[in-house]
């Protein structure tokens, strides 16, 4: 079976500092892989989205971005983070078709 | 542009009532549907979708929705709620453009508390 694993699952960060979490796939090839922040409260926003190595579309400009340097994995990057970066970061995967996307456990990240 | 409306933000139900948790959707073409739900700290778990065929969709923990085509309307029902059904709830809209990576549009969350 598929399973989905993001690192870590909390984070504390002073602002103007790096950022590099990163979430993996096992048990499929060549998924759609997905980076959302969920922000205090609910809403999840689409942040990158991929469909094979090295092939990133962004949906919102901003400071993060996103690389898929092997095939189930998907690696979310800042070089200076911002107090507005603070949420919870979410990474899915799905087949290709009409297939769901499944989530990983989250990242909760903290910028002071 | 697709959307999806979650016109509730917090349904309370009593154990053992039935639940209805409201979405609604706005899309060019035939839409193809999700429920997800999340719990405290967790990712979204996949509930269910309605993709074609059959209006009344069956899926997981005993929850099932109805797609109605002319109300615009996709919603999560389950005939005996139980306590630990409360969580947040998202509806979801996939978008259908060649190329757009089955990105997928969510509602705002609606948080079900269900009570003894």
């Known amino acids: 079976s598929q399973t989905i694993h993001q690192w870590p699952a909390t984070l504390v960060q002073p602002v103007g500092s790096p950022l590099s979490l990163e979430c993996t796939v096992e048990?499929?090839?060549?998924?759609?892989l997905y980076w959302y922040r969920q922000a205090a409260g609910r809403g999840l926003q689409l942040l990158f989205y991929s469909v094979g190595i090295g092939q990133i579309s962004s949906e919102v400009p901003q400071n993060l971005s996103a690389s898929r340097p092997q095939d189930r994995q998907f690696i979310l990057s800042s070089k200076k983070l911002l107090l507005s970066d603070s949420g919870f970061y979410l990474c899915?995967?799905?087949?290709?078709?009409?297939?769901?996307?499944?989530f990983g456990d989250g990242t909760r990240l903290s910028i002071l | 542009a697709q959307s999806v409306a979650q016109p509730e933000d917090q349904v309370n139900v009593a154990e053992g009532n039935p639940l209805t948790v409201k979405c609604t959707y706005s899309?060019?073409?035939?839409?193809?549907l999700f429920w997800y739900v999340q719990y405290p700290n967790r990712g979204l778990q996949f509930l269910l979708k309605?993709?074609?065929?059959?209006?009344l969709v069956k899926g997981s923990y005993g929850f099932e929705a109805e797609f109605n085509k002319s109300q615009t309307s996709f919603h999560l029902k389950k005939p005996s709620a139980l306590v630990s059904d409360s969580a947040l709830y998202f509806c979801?809209?996939?978008?259908?453009?060649?190329?757009?990576?089955?990105?997928?549009?969510f509602g705002t969350g609606t948080q079900l508390k269900v009570e003894l």
């Open positions: 309605y993709i074609t065929g059959d209006n």
């Open positions: 899309v060019s073409g035939n839409p193809y």
């Open positions: 979801a809209v996939r978008d259908r453009t060649r190329g757009g990576g089955n990105k997928l549009t």
């Open positions: 048990g499929t090839s060549n998924p759609n």
């Open positions: 899915a995967w799905s087949m290709k078709g009409d297939q769901p996307q499944h």
